[in-house]
T-cell receptor, first 116, second 112 residues
């Protein structure tokens, strides 16, 4: 199983809503990532969890709140988002964070988020 | 200057043609990733390489560490190869942690 599964695939939410994006992998990977991708742009790193602890926060606004309940799951809680937060949110995982040099990174299919 | 530069930005080919996508990087690396992203959004890791050449089916990736350059080749291209191909290398966050630095991608369209 080399899959990273993301749900939902599509989400439309209002600026006052609270919603969550979910990501799951069963490859035993200890590093999990959230990326944000706008149209025709490369992915931008948001958060990295290593061994279930937040290791990188790329100065992401607090309206995005990550959570890693266990080694297989990664959530991104969304609250009071702005229309400019509409984007594709990609989850990824790799064996180790520090081993980016030698580890393949696996991406999910992404969650398309629209904030209205 | 971007740390990872890809060329061309857009590429249109006829089915069966040999395709080459180039990636140059300015950071010191120990591995480079080639990724494929379809319009649906999901990203697939095609290759991770640190030296020489790798082949998978009709895809070939090469890297020259001294010249800081990598190429992705597609032989006998097919319309299903139409996608955005992204080169990524290890870089550093402002805090000094490792992260992937992505090129802007090459949009490939293969016409039947």
């Amino acid at each position: 199983d080399t899959e990273v599964t993301q749900t939902p695939k599509h989400l439309v939410m209002g600026m006052t809503n609270k919603k969550s994006l979910k990501c799951e992998q069963h490859m035993g990977h200890r590093a999990m990532y959230w990326y944000k991708q706008k149209a025709k742009k490369p992915p931008e790193l948001m958060f990295v969890y290593s061994y279930e602890k937040l290791s990188i926060n790329e100065s992401v606004p607090s309206r995005f709140s990550p959570e890693c309940p266990n080694s297989s799951l990664l959530n991104l809680h969304l609250h009071a988002l702005q229309p400019e937060d509409s984007a594709l949110y990609l989850c990824a995982s790799s064996q180790e964070q520090g081993g980016l040099s030698g580890n393949t990174i696996y991406f999910g299919e992404g969650s398309w988020l629209t904030v209205v | 200057k971007n740390e990872v530069e890809q060329s061309p930005q857009n590429l249109t080919a006829q089915e069966g043609e040999f395709i080459t996508i180039n990636c140059s990087y300015s950071v010191g690396i120990s591995a480079l990733h080639w990724l494929q992203q379809h319009p649906g959004g999901g990203i697939v890791s095609l290759f991770m390489l640190s030296s020489g050449k790798k082949k998978h089916g009709r895809l070939i990736a090469t890297i020259n560490i001294q010249e800081k350059h990598s190429s992705l080749h597609i032989t006998a291209s097919h319309p299903r190869d139409s996608a955005v191909y992204i080169c990524a290398v290890k870089g550093r966050t402002q805090g000094g942690s490792e992260k992937l630095v992505f090129g802007k991608g090459t949009k490939l369209t293969v016409n039947p």
